[in-house]
Nanobody, 121 residues
């Protein structure tokens, strides 16, 4: 069974940095896109950044310049480098993947369990 496993969430002071990781594993699959969404308390889940297998990236406008998404395709892993963190970045960060499972199968959206990022002022 395919899983997206996140790590890297933590409590950090404003101005600090964190790096989130998410690895896809389990069975045969192909990845069309991977990325990150976040959900703050009382708010809807929102896009942080997504990158496609073709190399394109899409960031939330408000996060450009502070957050950077990258991938290790050989390891089916996506990273999110977050710099100059602010209290308003506090949220649960969810890994997302647009995948075919198995590789010849239908495309679908897959989600990790979420990792908590808390930024103190």
């Amino acid at each position: 069974q395919v899983q997206l496993v996140e790590s890297g969430g933590d409590l950090v002071q404003a101005g600090g940095s964190l790096r989130l990781s998410c690895a896809a594993s389990g069975g045969h699959f192909s990845i069309n896109a991977m990325g990150w969404y976040r959900q703050a308390p009382g708010k809807q889940r929102e896009l942080v950044a997504v990158t496609t297998s073709g190399g394109g990236t899409n960031y939330a406008d408000s996060l450009k310049g502070r957050f950077t998404i990258s991938t290790d395709n050989a390891e089916n892993t996506v990273y999110l480098q977050m710099n100059n963190l602010k209290p308003e970045d506090t949220a649960v960060y969810y890994c997302y993947a647009d995948m075919r499972v198995p590789t010849w199968g239908p495309r679908g959206d897959y989600w990790g369990q979420g990792t908590q990022v808390t930024v103190s002022s």
